[in-house]
């Protein structure tokens, strides 16, 4: 599994016209599911990413996690993380889940970090969305459950 994860003041999800989903001062998640992505992918991802050091403490030094803030998070299925552009103008989606083991795997996702006690807004899957979002520093972190950056 691959995550952006940006630092937002507010974001949301907005599907024809209405706004579907949305989310005040935490992390915005833009989550991609790989064919060989298993619960354990999910697991590592949710882990590190309700844990992770982004927040900034009275200091003003990155030391608070999300569940440290009590910061909420917007979560948003997107294939295109795996998105192969290194051959020829049109990007190969061969390493993208199928859809109905991609969604399994972005609900897993979303019930672990809601069972991590997150308040979890959530995108609408295999769907056209606009997503909207104020980065906060700007601050943004690729991670990868199979550690590939």
């Known amino acids: 599994m691959r995550a952006v994860v940006q630092r937002t003041d507010r974001s949301s999800v907005t599907v ?78 061969d390493q993208a889940a199928k859809p109905d083991k991609a969604k399994e795997l972005y609900e897993v996702f979303i019930r672990l970090c809601r069972e991590a006690g997150i308040a979890v807004s959530q995108g609408q899957f295999q769907t056209h969305m606009i997503v909207a979002l104020d980065n906060n520093g700007p601050v943004t972190m690729l991670l990868d459950s199979k550690r590939q950056f």
Do not use: H, W
């Open 16 to 93: 024809d016209g209405a706004v579907i989903a949305n989310a005040g001062c935490g992390l915005t998640v833009l989550l991609g599911v790989a064919g060989d992505d298993t619960e354990e992918d999910a697991r590592y991802l949710t882990e590190k990413i309700v844990n992770l050091r982004i927040f900034p403490d009275n200091e003003g030094k990155m030391n608070l996690s999300l569940i440290d803030s009590k910061g909420e998070l917007l979560v948003v299925s997107q294939f295109t993380l795996y998105g192969d552009c290194r051959k020829g103008r049109r990007p190969s989606f």
